[in-house]
């Protein structure tokens, strides 16, 4: 039998290297999964938010992913910026550059037009045109190069775990994306805030004459929504140390990907979407070269739509809950 490998715990020592090894893997897929899982199901949480409830598809939560990360970029190359510094920064900026787009553009839209279907496409393209200048404002500013927060007093710790690694942020990462939806689906079924979302969701009109306020719900919405985008931003860096303009709308896919899967409106179905899309990223990156990563949100898409329109956790009604 091999000796026992020495970066392992002696509990394992009575085992031979191969099987230590192939444990130690395996730890360190499921670390590398649920970690990325974790970075997925918060920035697809708040794409699910606003299109199960309010019925808007933004295509610009990419953009202020990527915004909100430039500006905590901007504030820590003027003065000393701390982890939590850095998060508060882009999650305000998150949630006002929501809000912002809600009310110049999709606010707009919908009080000019009468016919839904007009309505979802002239809000789709909106989002897009609302991104596209985002990222080219952010592409110009920074030559399209990687940029992120090497400035702030945070500090990356490895801890050895049986042979597997993990970071004090990717173990950041997973408590956070695990308290925040948890609490997220606790206010949308227990308060009568989450009732009153969930209401305009199911009826907007029947909603607004039980008195909800449907303006100031989706201002709300809308503000959460931008909130875990620029969160996920924030993580994001400090996990890869560095994005580029292009990761949001990178993320952008997966996250629609992750939706699709589950079933719009569904916390379960963004978080079965969000651990199967980071499996199988992590199952493709580990054991093949690499280059079809980015096509399993593509493929993802095709399989339930042609499959299961509705989500996984769907429901078959035309209006979404």
């Given at each position: 039998?091999?000796e026992?490998?020495?970066?392992?715990?002696?509990?394992f020592?009575?085992?031979p290297?191969?099987?230590?090894?192939?444990a130690?893997?395996?730890?360190?897929?499921?670390i590398n999964?649920v970690?990325?899982?974790?970075?997925?199901?918060?920035?697809?949480t708040?794409?699910?938010?606003?299109?199960?409830?309010?019925?808007?598809?933004n295509f610009a939560h990419g953009?202020l992913f990527?915004?909100s990360?430039?500006?905590?970029?901007?504030?820590?190359?003027e003065?000393?910026l701390?982890?939590a510094?850095?998060?508060i920064?882009?999650?305000?900026?998150g949630?006002v550059?929501?809000v912002?787009?809600?009310?110049?553009?999709?606010?707009?839209?919908?009080r000019?037009?009468r016919?839904?279907?007009s309505?979802e496409?002239?809000?789709?393209?909106?989002?897009i045109?609302?991104d596209?200048?985002?990222?080219?404002i952010?592409?110009?500013?920074?030559?399209s190069?990687?940029f992120g927060?090497?400035n702030?007093?945070?500090?990356?710790?490895?801890?050895?775990?049986?042979?597997?690694f993990v970071?004090?942020t990717?173990?950041?990462?997973?408590i956070l994306?695990?308290?925040?939806?948890?609490a997220i689906?606790?206010?949308?079924?227990r308060?009568?805030?989450g009732l009153?979302m969930r209401?305009?969701g199911v009826d907007?009109?029947?909603?607004?004459l039980?008195?909800?306020n449907?303006g100031r719900?989706?201002?709300?919405?809308?503000?959460i929504?931008?909130?875990?985008a620029g969160?996920?931003?924030?993580?994001?860096?400090?996990?890869?140390a560095?994005?580029v303009?292009?990761?949001?709308?990178n993320?952008l896919?997966?996250?629609?990907a992750?939706?699709?899967?589950?079933g719009?409106?569904s916390m379960?179905?963004?978080?079965?979407?969000?651990?199967t899309l980071a499996?199988a990223e992590t199952?493709?990156?580990?054991?093949t070269?690499g280059?079809?990563?980015?096509?399993v949100?593509?493929?993802?898409?095709?399989?339930?739509?042609l499959l299961r329109?509705?989500?996984?956790f769907g429901?078959?009604?035309?209006?979404?809950?």
């Open positions: 039998m091999a026992p490998a020495h970066a392992l715990s002696s509990r020592a009575p085992y290297q191969t099987h230590l090894r192939r130690a893997l395996f730890l360190q897929d499921a999964t970690s990325l899982a974790s970075i997925y199901l918060l920035f697809a708040g794409m699910s938010l606003v299109w199960g409830t309010t019925g808007i598809l953009s990527l915004a990360i430039y500006a905590a970029h901007i504030v820590a190359l003065t000393t701390s982890f510094g850095a998060i920064v882009g999650v305000i900026v949630a550059l929501a912002v787009l809600y009310v110049v553009a999709f606010n707009l839209v919908l000019r037009v016919d839904k279907a309505a496409l002239q809000i789709l393209m909106a989002g045109g609302f596209g200048l985002l990222v080219a952010i592409a110009r500013n920074t030559l190069e990687p927060l090497s702030t007093t945070y500090r990356t710790v490895t801890y050895d775990v049986f042979g597997a970071t004090n990717r173990i950041y990462v997973v994306a695990l308290a925040l939806t948890t689906g606790v206010w949308a079924k308060t009568r805030s009153a209401a305009i907007p009109e029947i909603a607004s039980m008195g909800v449907r719900m989706t201002l709300g919405i809308m503000a929504s931008g909130a875990l969160l996920t931003g924030v993580l994001l860096v400090y996990v890869s560095a994005v303009p292009t990761t949001g709308t993320l896919i997966k996250g629609f992750i939706v699709v899967l589950g719009v409106g379960t179905g963004v978080v079965i979407g969000a651990l499996l199952i493709i990156n580990t054991y070269p280059t079809w990563v980015n096509a949100a593509f493929g993802l898409i095709l399989i339930v739509l329109p509705q989500g996984l429901k078959k009604e035309v209006r979404r809950t």
